[in-house]
């Protein structure tokens, strides 16, 4: 059996333990057809407001990112930060019922692109692209938006532990010819890349020491990187386009694409390589900085491996 098979519908998901998720999943489903997208907004928001009284910590995590990123920001620029950063987050979970269950013809009308036309040319040439594309909360919309607009491509995912949540998940994902690799399986994320498709890559959190080096993220200047790009782009040679979906000020989803940076990457200069990513990711995370996932423990690996994981959060 190949261990990387995607979920299958068995009717042992149907066990009274799994109840809960199928609920709480179609409820999910309802709200965000039945309501007007202004009423899901004010609701998503407001949800992420009153959980965060539930989730003192991960308040506290987002509040120290934002310390450590930007040292120059006042403590009333931090605050304001965190507090939006918050009610997004909480959008965050109606932004992924609509990704999953709304019709293509309702999400299209929600997206709006800046400068897709490279990609389009880039698939023109039989050349893969890594889409790097960086932790933001409406990440799920960038990811099917790319498909609803007749451009699929394959995402990496960890499967969950729950198989009931994992096929939804799966299912939910994979609309509109989108495909899932697992996160173990690098040889389909290389095959992808030399069939000259489309893979998008976050590169952008923190994954522990293993494959990765210590380069600037901002104002932290050892922050634990992967050099996932640097293996990927050395064996395909695919372009690598970093994106963001930004949600702006009317509802709509923009989908940019910035200038490709594969030229002159460093493919065995791996610091070199990690902190370019870095720098690309920087730039599209400024775009809309209440919108990256500051809640992750982005910091928590430190180089100095006397010094204990999460040190710069024991404060």
């Known amino acids: 059996m190949n261990k990387y098979a995607p979920p299958k519908f068995s009717f042992k998901l149907l066990h009274p333990k799994y109840w809960g998720v199928w609920i709480s999943f179609g409820v999910l489903a309802l709200l965000v057809n039945l309501l007007p997208y ?141 495909t899932l690799v697992d996160r173990k399986n690098v040889k389909e994320m290389i095959r992808v890349l030399k069939r000259g498709e489309r893979l998008f890559y976050l590169g952008d959190h923190d994954y522990g020491r293993n494959k990765s080096v210590f380069v600037p993220f901002f104002a932290v200047k050892d922050a634990c990187t992967t050099t996932g790009a640097n293996m990927l782009f050395s064996l395909t040679n695919c372009a690598m386009i970093p994106v963001t979906g930004f949600r702006d000020d009317k509802g709509h989803y923009e989908l940019n694409l910035a200038d490709s940076i594969h030229e002159g990457f460093p493919k065995k200069d791996l610091e070199a390589g990690a902190t370019l990513m870095n720098q690309a990711y920087e730039q599209v995370i400024l775009r809309q900085v209440d919108q990256w996932m500051w809640v992750h423990k982005r910091y928590k690996t430190m180089k100095d491996e006397s010094l204990p994981k999460g040190y710069r959060y024991k404060k």
Not at 103 to 122: E, G, M, S
Not at 152 to 174: E, M
């Open 38 to 178: 202004a009423v899901l907004y004010k609701l998503g928001r407001a949800f992420g407001k009153y959980s965060s009284k539930l989730a003192k910590s991960r308040v506290k995590v987002a509040r120290r990112n934002i310390e450590l990123a930007f040292p120059d920001k006042t403590a009333e620029d931090v605050e304001r930060i965190v507090e939006e950063n918050i009610k997004n987050t909480g959008l965050a979970f109606i932004e992924m019922g609509i990704t999953w269950f709304w019709p293509t013809w309702r999400l299209k009308r929600r997206i709006r692109t800046v400068n897709l036309q490279q990609a389009i040319d880039f698939e023109d040439e039989g050349r893969g692209v890594l889409l790097c594309h960086p932790h933001t909360l409406n990440l799920e919309i960038s990811a099917r938006a790319f498909a609803v607009l007749g451009y699929p491509g394959s995402g990496v995912y960890r499967p969950n532990n729950n198989p009931a949540y994992d096929f939804i998940q799966y299912w939910g994902r994979t609309h509109n010819g989108n």
